[in-house]
């Protein structure tokens, strides 16, 4: 398992771009998640213990949405904005049996690596080395690359070559390896198509790269709101339309695709679910026992019951969760087309380890053969019905590049628009600011004629003053005059 701290990386909303194949047609689906929701019900439907500190990460200061965001044309998926899991989240989901020992994809891993002759074998994202386990039962010496402390040190005690630090600079010095293994990593990556290009820089020309991941078009699909499907445990889907178009670009070429036959401990949880989808003990039920009548619950018991006694635990040829792919790193990028896309029908049946499978597998032929003889004519009208729905989708993928295009055009006219309302403010403030200044200076006039009418009206009660006093003055002598004059007229009577 490999984590990579808690990192954003798609942008959310318009424009965007596939990352897989470039393509433009990239839409929501509508499929949204609230983390908060998702740490919630890893706890109540898991019983899983988060600290503190998880939660902070994830839902401090708001607990963020995530939205699924899919491409129509490599059928690739990915949440955005991309919060992936950090090591406090692993440790506390992997409390429990989170590491399958025993798994399909391992099996066929160390099978073709036995055929290829490697020297130098390269296991990312080992966990606690199972993988590495198998091929040491098989003479092959493989190192391991993890991001968890805890998971290394258990490879470690093993006796493993582990790797741990920055990707891919910590295995610069050991470069180039032959082979290459990814199982189970891509879909918990940020960027897995850095992770991609950086991982084909560390193999050799014509190298090998081996992937799996969970397979976006298998029974999964009937779950996708499962908790091990969100982020921030699986951030991206993929399909094997996914490498056939977007591996090549990458400079690498698709080898194989295989799908891993349904284990027996998925039996439960996934036949009942995929019972009416074409799938083949659906068929021999039908071809081999007539329980057309049975129910499909009774069905699937009546299925279990009759492989468990065959000691059967894998149906090949039955859909499940892995998409095995092997790559070879190819010197020059090249496009590719859709028509090369193929799948080996046949492939799907190799390895029936019993005989009573193999009747039932051949019981199952001779049924498929006359069903195709009957339904010949259903076969046409369903290509036809298939030619009009690709025609649908390429007219749809068409419209929606165009309404993209309309909305990029909207946005930069609400661009421009908003460029000149904020001239226009600027004008508006200089404008006010002239206003403002001119307020002032007319009020300091103001002011100033205050002032100079205060002045004269100190003045004015000074003269008013002066005058009064003139007056008084005035009025003594007047009286000084009158009294002399009496004076006088006094002494001119006299006399
Ligand atoms: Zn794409």
């Known amino acids: 398992m490999l984590t990579n701290g808690n990192r954003e990386m798609m942008p959310s909303g318009l424009n965007q771009i ?206 996708p709101d499962a908790l091990t499907e969100l982020p921030p445990h699986h951030v991206s889907r993929w399909c094997e339309l996914t490498f056939r178009i977007g591996m090549p670009l990458l400079g690498f070429r698709v080898e194989k695709a295989l799908y891993e036959p349904l284990p027996d401990y998925l039996w439960h949880t996934y036949l009942p679910v995929m019972w009416d989808s074409g799938i083949w003990p659906a068929e021999i039920c039908r071809a081999a026992n007539g329980l057309e009548d049975m129910g499909i619950n009774d069905s699937v018991l009546w299925f279990i019951g009759e492989m468990r006694k065959y000691g059967a635990k894998l149906l090949y040829g039955v859909p499940s969760h892995t998409l095995y792919v092997v790559l070879k790193r190819d010197e020059k990028p090249t496009r590719s087309t859709i028509s090369e896309f193929r799948t080996d029908a046949d492939a799907k049946f190799e390895n029936l380890s019993s005989a009573e499978l193999l009747r039932l597998y051949k019981e199952l032929l001779s049924y498929n053969r006359q069903y195709r003889e009957k339904s010949d004519e259903e076969c046409r009208e369903e290509e036809m019905r298939m030619g009009r729905y690709r025609l649908e989708i390429g007219q749809r993928e068409s419209y929606l590049v165009s309404q993209q295009k309309i909305l990029i055009r909207q946005q930069d006219e609400f661009a421009r628009r908003k460029e000149g309302l904020a001239e226009r403010e600027t004008t508006l403030a200089a404008r006010e600011n002239e206003f403002v200044k001119r307020e002032e200076a007319i009020s300091a006039k103001e002011n100033k004629l205050v002032e100079r009418a205060e002045g004269l009206t100190v003045r004015e009660n000074e003269l008013a003053g002066r005058a009064e006093n003139l007056s008084i003055k005035e009025q003594r002598y007047e009286k000084l005059f009158i009294v002399r004059v009496a004076r006088e007229l006094k002494a001119l009577f006299k006399t």
């Open 18 to 223: 596939c990352p897989v194949c470039s393509s433009l047609a990239v839409v929501p689906t509508g499929k949204t998640h609230n983390l908060a929701d998702v740490l919630s019900r890893w706890q109540s439907e898991a019983g899983t213990e988060f600290p503190e500190s998880v939660w902070q990460e994830y839902t401090v200061p708001t607990a963020r949405n995530t939205t699924l965001y899919q491409c129509l044309r490599c059928g690739f998926s990915m949440f955005a904005p991309t919060v992936v899991g950090n090591s406090a989240f692993y440790t506390a989901i992997t409390a429990g049996q989170y590491y399958v020992e025993e798994k399909w994809e391992f099996i066929q891993g160390a099978k073709d690596i036995a055929s290829l002759q490697a020297a130098r074998i390269l296991d990312i994202g080992c966990g606690s080395g199972y993988f590495l386990d198998l091929l040491k039962t098989k003479g092959m010496k493989c190192s391991g690359y993890e991001f968890s402390p805890e998971a290394s040190e258990a490879a470690r005690a093993k006796g493993h070559d582990i790797f741990n630090g920055p990707f891919p600079e910590a295995l610069a010095s050991t470069a180039p390896y032959d082979v290459i293994c990814m199982f189970q990593v891509l879909e918990h990556l940020p960027d897995p198509i850095g992770f991609l290009r950086d991982a084909r820089k560390l193999l050799r020309p014509e190298g090998v790269l081996i992937v799996s991941v969970p397979d976006a078009n298998g029974p999964i699909r009937h779950f």
